[in-house]
């Protein structure tokens, strides 16, 4: 098939989702698909333009310039996402008969703008959407007044523009509850993203980056990754100084970044001994890291649940290690640690439940090596990336023997 994939970040960006829609191009190439990426010029956290066409593992990939606008704004997001957008929108039309299938993810902002249009330029290509966020939704809960405004005022546009969509991809089951109020007849495929590392046994931890993050501490919690409007730690410092009063000998280490990171550390007090902070690791870092715990935890505040996914849930289940989850029990996270006996679901009205669970992993090594061999043994049943491509592949092929 001749597919092209349209993302806003793509190689060489380390963003996640970058590097995952990276990942499903160069598959699918492999796979011997001709494929073809729009994305933009520039990365995320780089300054300097890429080269507006290259080649890279069998994909073709042509890039376009953004407005110039900051995008640490949210009026230099909305307003590059538009350029981005016009400019896809004028080379798919003079491209537009060389293609079966288009794959939009959803960034930039608003991206389902564009999937009318691409019907009225050619019906027979086939448009699939992959929702790693949903909008307008997420914006309702998580930005600017003016924002929010805007999204409401195209709201009514929404169902419309996601019924011209022959397949919409979701990332959890309380996600696609929600794109089925749009499109019901165009949902039915769950394709997660995937860990960037995926090793083939879980490893062991190094014993001078464990030292580094959790000291001497006997049982060794992470949180890694960003911390925004969507995330709640407090709950975890919470657990973290209930540990301390028991006595359980836990260290807590927080390693993220993001809006929130230091206003919600700004608790933190001399007597928080069992709590330390540590910024962005690099990618050659990062697997280390992540291995250096025994435990991750994840958050996802009430609201938010079937509008985004935290990734870092994935990447604690590839390394083989539980995770603990703070957020509704409504989430997809919350239900997959409970179905899948990945750890444990912390809420106010549990704390003590959660910390008899801290307890016997503290004091039984064989329970603690049981959880983490399951939980790779989950990553890689239901979540692995090559189980995620193959899934993909068959949307597309089932799409192309409908045309």
């Excluded at 008969?97 to 959803?106: H, K, L």
């Excluded at 390394?319 to 006996?341: I, K």
Aim: aromatic residues 12%; proline residues 4%; glycine residues 6%.
């Amino acid at each position: 098939m001749r597919v092209l994939l349209i993302y806003h970040y793509f190689h060489p960006d380390t963003v996640i989702s970058a590097r995952i829609f990276s990942d499903l191009a160069s598959e699918l190439s492999s796979a011997g698909h001709e494929v073809t990426v729009y994305t933009a010029r520039h990365l995320r956290h780089v300054s300097g333009d890429l080269p507006a066409s290259e080649e890279w593992q069998g994909v073709q990939i042509q890039r376009f310039r953004e407005s110039g606008f900051s995008q640490r704004g949210a009026w230099g997001r909305l307003f590059n996402s538009a350029v981005l957008q016009c400019q896809w929108l004028r080379r798919f039309w003079k491209e537009r008969r060389q293609y079966d299938a288009v794959v939009i993810g959803t960034d930039p902002q608003f991206a389902y703008v564009m999937f009318p249009l691409m019907r009225w330029m050619n019906r027979q290509c086939r448009r699939i959407h992959w929702v790693f966020d949903v909008y307008p939704e997420i914006i309702l809960v998580g930005s600017p007044w003016w924002m929010r405004c805007l999204a409401s005022f195209t709201k009514p546009f929404v169902p419309w523009a996601y019924r011209t969509i022959d397949q919409i991809v979701d990332i959890g089951p309380r996600m696609r509850q929600i794109m089925q109020r749009y499109n019901p007849g165009a949902c039915g495929h769950t394709i997660t993203p995937w860990a960037l590392s995926e090793p083939t046994e879980a490893p062991m931890a190094d014993s001078a980056v464990r030292k580094e993050l959790f000291g001497e501490a006997k049982l060794a919690i992470l949180y890694s990754g960003t911390v925004g409007h969507a995330h709640n730690i407090v709950p975890f410092i919470e657990l973290a100084r209930e540990c301390r009063r028991r006595g359980i000998d836990a260290a807590f280490c927080f390693a993220g970044y993001g809006n929130t990171y230091d206003e919600q550390l700004a608790i933190l007090t001399p007597e928080d001994t069992n709590i330390r902070k540590a910024g962005f690791a690099d990618e050659s870092q990062l697997e280390k890291r992540l291995a250096a715990a025994d435990i991750h935890l994840i958050s996802l505040r009430e609201g938010w649940e079937g509008l985004v996914v935290p990734s870092k849930f994935f990447a604690a289940l590839a390394m083989g290690r539980p995770v603990l989850f703070y957020g509704s029990e409504r989430s997809d996270v919350a239900h997959w640690v409970r179905e899948l006996e990945l750890g444990k679901v912390l809420s106010d009205a549990n704390q003590d439940g959660v910390l008899e669970y801290l307890s016997d992993c503290l004091s039984d090594k064989d329970r603690r090596r049981e959880d983490q061999k399951r939980a790779q043994e989950v990553y890689k049943k239901h979540f692995a990336k090559d189980a995620m491509v193959k899934e993909f592949e068959r949307v597309l092929m089932s799409l192309n023997s409908q045309a």
